[in-house]
């Protein structure tokens, strides 16, 4: 099943992928997200966290290398 995930403020909902419904919950405040296919709302929620972490764990990788190349070639000079 689809799911829209929704915020407003620091809560996150998931409602099921329905474009009348968003648009109810985007007219009483939250704002669209992503849509993610999920069993549960909570499976949802969770795997929209899941994919967050997944697309910081690439920068953060690469500049952790540059941060070490960086003090590797100011210690041999």
Known sequence: MDFYILKKGDELKAI?????????YEKSGYSY????AACTEQAAI???????????K???????????????LWWVS
């Open 46 to 56: 969770n795997k929209l966290k899941g994919k967050t972490f997944e697309t910081l």
């Open 16 to 24: 099921p992928a329905d474009k009348a419904i968003c648009k109810s």
């Open 58 to 72: 690439g920068p953060l990788i690469r500049l952790s290398v540059v941060i070490f190349a960086l003090a590797l």
């Open 33 to 36: 997200i992503d849509k993610v």
